[in-house]
Nanobody, 122 residues
Framework: QVQLVESGGGLVQAGGSLRLSCKAS????????MGWFRQFPGKDREFVAV????????FYADSVKGRFTISRDYLQSTVHLQMNNLKPEDTAVYYC???????????????WGQGTQVTVSS
């Protein structure tokens, strides 16, 4: 059963922007913190950003602060990750996540999206 569905990944040149979207069920959006992780080849998934379900407070990994912005749209039941000033080191598979902590940890994730590839060329 697919609970989260990501879209918006693709190929972009360094300095460019992408906007990822995560379609979630209204129930998930109301009861879980919504976050984004990314996974580099051969590495564990690492935290990128999260937004609290009850107040909208956000947290970001140091590597993306000032460049990425997480937001949610209750009307469309969607969470977004706006990624600006992309760097080659941002290249990874990005996963949407619903969990119980903020900042979010892999162990606290209850639902994962299937992932979307982001590739940044130099």
């Amino acid at each position: 059963q697919v609970q989260l569905v990501e879209s918006g990944g693709g190929l972009v040149q360094a300095g460019g922007s992408l906007r990822l979207s995560c379609k979630a069920s209204p129930q998930i959006l109301r009861e879980y913190h919504m976050g984004w992780f990314r996974q580099f080849p051969g590495k564990d998934r690492e935290f990128v950003a999260v937004i609290r379900y009850y107040g909208g407070e956000t947290f970001y990994a140091d590597s993306v602060k000032g460049r990425f912005t997480i937001s949610r749209d209750y009307l469309q039941s969607t969470v977004h990750l706006q990624m600006n000033n992309l760097k080659p080191e941002d290249t990874a598979v990005y996963y949407c996540a619903a969990g119980t902590s903020a900042p979010m940890y892999r162990q606290s994730v209850h639902f994962w999206g299937q992932g979307t590839q982001v590739t940044v060329s130099s």
